[in-house]
């Protein structure tokens, strides 16, 4: 999980207007806060294509919002309502903090300031990625992951990945090797062919030699057999 810090360093009591992403005008209302959110690292570095989610406890409506090149977003919430603000996390949907929206009359607006830190370096388990036996075709269940992936890759242009393949011990420490070795480049084939360019990819096999649990069990094995990402550079 990354690390983060979040403020919120105002409400101002005004009939301020703001701008979402697409340029389309916000107006605050008497049911909705307009809420202008910045992201930046530590280091107050502006994040941009950072995607941050505000999901109603209440009604389990889900805003989502998308930082500019200077890191900034505007979105409008509806009053009366607490929200568990999450950040995506390449792959993963990490819950933060949650912010409360009273139902406080007037036309006003909120200052959200988020700081979180990169995720280079940080390796992630693709769930629901599955092959056939003993075979480096992907099966059709592992596509809605994978193109999951694809569209985060193109929200993130400059992001470098390196694919790896793992198995459990069954069998020969060669064919295991050859095995992940081909389940990474396959993984890495459908990403190519949905539009990411080669050169932010690698695929690399490691067999049996990385386990995360004892080979013993068949729970254990499976948890063995997985496809991971690392983010090399973001």
Sequence with gaps: ??????????IAFSAFAGYSQNTQPLQASETQVLVNVSVSNFQNVPRAKEIITFEGKKTKKIF?????????????????????????DFIDSTEY??????????????????????????TY????VFFDTNLSTLKPASFK???????????????????SGHTDNTGSTDINQKLSQSRAESV?????????TAKRLTAIGFGD????????????????RRTQVRIVKE
């Excluded at 903090?97 to 940080?122: F, R, Y």
């Design 125 to 128: 388990t693709l769930e629901n």
């Design 1 to 10: 999980m990354k690390t983060f810090k979040l403020f919120i360093f105002m």
């Design 64 to 88: 989502t919002g998308i930082s500019d090149k200077d890191g900034k977003f505007s979105l409008l919430l509806p009053k009366n309502e607490t929200f568990n603000i999450k950040y995506i």
């Design 188 to 196: 890495m084939n459908y990403l190519i062919k949905k539009g990411i």
């Design 209 to 224: 030699t990385q386990p995360i649990a004892e080979n013993t069990t068949e729970e254990g094995r499976q948890k063995n």
């Design 97 to 122: 903090s949650e912010m409360e929206v009273t139902d406080k009359p007037g036309v006003w607006t909120m200052q959200l300031n988020i700081q979180i830190e990169p995720a280079v370096s940080k």
């Design 145 to 163: 992951a994978l193109n999951d992936l694809v569209e985060i890759l193109k929200l993130k242009p400059t992001m470098v990945i390196e694919i």
